[in-house]
């Protein structure tokens, strides 16, 4: 395999995939009592922006998107990802 030529493996990877199949940051998943209202990775509810209010809007059905979660990128600076989706005509899932 050309392309793994000049990569280096880490000292507990046991195959050629497997440092990067190793997570970087870990995440745990508990309730909250109370609303979240800083920057951390959440699913569901609403986002907490870090920069103006921005929701985005299906192309599709002009209707807002759902958000599934947020969650925060690695680097020196405060950055987050958003995931939404959009909620089709027929959804899997139903009325919400």
Do not use: C, H
């Not at 807002?64 to 027929?90: A, N």
């Amino acid at each position: 395999m050309a392309w793994l030529e000049g990569s280096s493996r880490s000292s507990s990877a046991t195959g050629p995939f497997d440092p990067w199949l190793m997570p970087r940051l870990e995440m745990s998943w508990r309730p909250s009592l109370t609303p979240i209202d800083n920057p951390v990775a959440k699913l569901g509810g609403l986002p907490v922006w870090l920069d103006e209010l921005f929701w985005p809007v299906s192309a599709q059905f002009g209707s807002p998107m759902i958000l599934i979660g947020r969650f925060p990128l690695p680097g020196p600076s405060l950055r987050m990802s958003y995931l939404f989706m959009t909620r089709g005509e027929e959804s899997l899932a139903g009325d919400v």
